[in-house]
């Protein structure tokens, strides 16, 4: 078993009604990132029980903590969920941070010149962030990890968000806080994957090991798109990861640190995100790529292509979406604001993805994602799983998207884990392929298949 990143480990053990449909699971979170190799994973690592009418996530998360989880790190992890939840009238309202080290642990200063990681990177704290409303959850300064590229692909780009999962409430968040507060503040040191598509290995990753590359840890918990500052209403948390992804653009463009060069002299970008990273994809990326103004730009959305095969479901998604919207005050996508009647409606996944995105899109989702399965409650081996298979293969192979790859193996995320690598999925032609190489016909304009699909 292999499992990728503190987003596997995010379960928000809560019980909520939804208005009109009667109790679920909380069905369309967005629970973290998370990469599974074996079907057996996701039933330990994210399964659903029912509670007493309604339903929770039971998580083994510390015992996976101690024995399944290998991350690439600057140095030691924070510890999680360790102490009380600080109550609300204790918590900071302001841009300032959280000052309770007791509890969270002192932050590691990065400095001027950066924190030197594994795989090449720094890592630097986003300029002037406080002032810029460029903060976690917490109020502290959101970070980014940089590595300068070289030879022919100086001026090429990937910016990649990272997921971790989201709350949209005031009790959500206290859960969150006290079970997975890494995920709400700038972790100390800071950690991330040098595996897949972040490998600067010209031997395992040929394609893309000389690009730029930042890489944004998510600390902020509505997927990218929150725009509300700290308040009783938000029980002291801040939500700005639209802020966040504002002043990541704004410094790559005018004062990029560790080495970069300017963002402005871009050739190809590739904007990409996993999980609940995808919200920045679909929320920012065309007006990244407007911005910015490369020659080439291209969106890399790794999961969250979830078709809905459940009557009944959409209405629960409706109220989902109209929640998040509100609590976060979301900055969902330009063009599908200004196009639909609900703005809150452009806080759908699917809906963004075959209809406003205007830049070619690649992406990929396991037909049985374990995370889409448990959320619309299908059974193991049942007609429904198969009905949400070829849901998921039917839309990816529509013109919406540029290129696409679909396993069958109810895994999460591919980018960050090195199956990205691996021959599994078939082209048309019937020829295995891997992900990193359909991916790269695209961006290379390369005569190669740009979608494999396991059917």
């Known amino acids: 078993m292999v499992l990728h990143g503190f987003g596997a480990l995010v379960f928000q053990h809560t019980h909520q009604v939804m208005s009109g449909v009667g109790q679920t699971p909380l069905a369309y979170q967005q629970l973290g990132e998370q990469d599974v190799t074996s079907p057996d994973d996701v039933e330990r690592s994210s399964a659903l029980a029912p509670g007493g009418g309604s339903m929770h996530f039971q998580s083994p998360r510390l015992a996976l903590a101690a024995t399944a989880f290998f991350i690439l790190a600057c140095g030691a992890g924070p510890e999680r969920g360790k102490g009380e939840v600080p109550s609300k009238d204790k918590r900071q309202k302001s841009a300032e941070p959280r000052s309770d080290k007791g509890t969270l642990g002192g932050r590691t200063e990065v400095g001027k010149k950066g924190l030197a990681c594994e795989g090449g990177f720094t890592l630097f704290e986003i300029h002037d962030a406080q002032a810029r409303n460029a903060v976690c959850n917490s109020g502290e300064s959101a970070r980014m990890h940089v590595r300068p590229g070289s030879g022919a692909h100086k001026d090429d780009w990937l910016i990649y968000f990272k997921g971790g999962g989201s709350c949209w409430s005031e009790e959500s968040c206290a859960t969150r806080w006290e079970e997975d507060r890494v995920l709400m503040r700038t972790p100390d040191p800071q950690q991330l994957r040098t595996d897949g598509l972040f490998s600067n290995s010209a031997k395992k990753n040929p394609d893309f090991h000389d690009w730029n590359v930042v890489f944004v840890w998510s600390c902020t918990s509505d997927q990218w798109m929150g725009n509300r500052g700290a308040s009783d209403a938000t029980g002291g948390f801040h939500f700005r990861g639209a802020a966040v992804v504002d002043a990541v653009v704004e410094d790559l463009l005018k004062r990029p640190p560790g080495g970069l060069p300017s963002l402005e002299d871009a050739g190809t970008l590739i904007v990409a995100g996993a999980s609940a990273g995808t919200g920045a994809v679909r929320a920012h990326g065309d007006s990244i790529a407007k911005t910015v103004g490369a020659d080439r730009t291209f969106l890399l959305h790794d999961s969250g292509i979830e078709p809905n095969v459940v009557p009944g479901f959409d209405d629960v998604l409706a109220k989902v979406y109209r929640d998040r919207y509100a609590y976060w005050k979301a900055e969902p996508n330009d063009a599908c604001v200004a196009a639909e009647k609900d703005p809150a409606t452009c806080m759908d996944n699917m809906v963004i993805v075959t209809k406003y995105l205007k830049h070619p899109v690649f992406a990929n989702m396991d037909q049985l994602d374990g995370k889409a399965t ?35 193996r109810r895994s999460h995320t591919l980018v960050t884990t090195d199956t990205f690598f691996e021959p599994i999925a078939k082209t048309k032609a019937g020829d295995k392929i891997s992900m990193a190489e359909a991916l790269a016909n695209l961006v290379y304009d390369r005569e190669g298949p740009t979608k494999a699909v396991v059917k």
Do not use: I, P, W
């Not at 429904?384 to 293969?393: G, P, S, T, Y």
């Not at 192979?397 to 540029?402: E, G, K, R, S």
């Open 374 to 408: 448990k959320r619309q409650e299908l059974e193991r081996g049942s007609k429904d799983e198969d009905k949400l298979a070829r849901a998921v293969r039917d839309v990816l192979l529509t013109d919406a998207f540029a290129g696409a790859y679909s396993l069958r």
